[in-house]
């Protein structure tokens, strides 16, 4: 047998196992309940819980918490508004495992690298990953504000590349009402930074990193997001009917879809923090 006794990663995980474990569940449930998960997607919450307490401790795992309800709670404004849009996107209202991974696997991994870091000592790369988990998290928020505000403006959306005006909630297309929302999203989830001991200066660079990769998300959406177009000739996210009836694609690539975008994003953010994290530390 192996005697894993005394191991720093053992006594540094074991301690927050149970409490994530518990803490998740408990989330995962509620959100079950509201409607606002499907059961894979609840499935997929709580491992990703479990894995940002274990690598990351509590404060990590808040920023997923936060970001999670406050995007449920953003969404019951424009409830009403919601069905015909959603209609049309490749997925629905409720959160799927896919959506979890794409808006969360980034920060899932540098969570991961953080336990490694902490045991050896390194407070440069240590606290490089912490700002790096805390920008992912801002740009993900960034991006559902910006939805979940955006679609209660009295303003039609336009396209960051072309600056054409498209229908409410067409990915890629953006309101002054949407972008302040994504600057208050990205300020809320980075202020949950200084839990977690990041100082004023990369709290404000998780802020940074997290808006502009809301823009960077807007703007594939104008320009490499697949779109298609119904045999109405209205527009749509998805690649096929309800019959099986292939939808005529009228942009971008069909590989890219809406969870390509956002991870895509995510990861741009959670990268370009962590390096400019190592530069300035």
Known sequence: MIDIGGSPFVDLLVPRLLPAILATALLGLLALMRGSVSLSGAAGGLVVGILLWLGGDWPVWLMLTVFFVSSSLLGIPGKRLRPKVEGKHQRGSRRSWQQVAANTAPMVIAALALPAAQISGS??????LL?????????????????????????????????????AGQSGGVTM???????LGAATLASIGFLAGLTWPFVGL???????????????????QALYQDSSGQWTEKPFGTQGNAHLRVRGWGWMNNDVVNVLSVALSTLLAFAIALILT
């Open 177 to 183: 009402l949407g972008l302040l929302g994504a600057l």
């Open 206 to 224: 998780a802020l940074a990193c997290g808006f502009a990769a809301s823009l960077l998300d807007s703007l594939l959406g104008a320009t490499v």
């Open 131 to 167: 700002v790096a988990i805390t920008a992912g998290f801002a740009a993900a928020a960034s991006d559902t504000w910006a939805g979940e505000v955006g679609v209660l403006s009295s303003r039609q959306p336009r396209l960051l590349w072309g600056w054409t005006t498209v229908e």
């Open 123 to 128: 407070a440069r790369v240590t606290q490089a």
